[in-house]
């Protein structure tokens, strides 16, 4: 089974950015899909981004499309979101997930694996 852990969070002003990074203890085989969601207070865990671990296809949100970036480093068994342009909007628990197969679900219950969260605050 594989154990994520994320990192990077923290407070950043509107308009700034942040590198995200969820490292997995055992090894992503080819046949994995890793994503990430965030929870705001009050709100439903939301799909923010998807990564293919095979062939590095990648899925986006439309809120958030242009602005976020996924990526993966098979070396360091890490998958990387960078967030740009961040706004208050974007404030939430930012959390890593992974599942077995090749495709790139927005739906959070067919991941099986994910890690605590990390959280992220935007001022305005």
């Known amino acids: 089974q594989v154990q994520l852990e994320e990192s990077g969070g923290g407070l950043v002003q509107a308009g700034g950015s942040l590198r995200l990074s969820c490292v997995a203890s055992?090894?992503?085989?080819?046949?994995?899909?890793v994503g990430w969601f965030r929870q705001a207070p009050g709100k439903d865990r939301e799909f923010v981004a998807a990564?293919?671990?095979?062939?590095?296809?990648?899925s986006y949100a439309e809120s958030v499309k242009g602005r976020f970036s996924i990526s993966g480093d098979s070396a360091k068994n890490t998958v990387y979101l960078l967030v740009n342009s961040l706004n208050p909007e974007d404030t939430a628990v930012y959390y890593c997930?992974?599942?077995?197969?090749?495709?790139?679900?927005?739906?959070?219950?067919?991941?099986?694996?994910w890690g605590r969260g990390t959280q992220v605050t935007v001022s305005s």
């Open positions: 055992g090894q992503l085989s080819v046949a994995y899909a």
């Open positions: 997930a992974s599942r077995e197969g090749f495709t790139l679900p927005r739906l959070d219950t067919l991941y099986r694996n």
């Open positions: 990564i293919n671990w095979s062939n590095g296809r990648t």
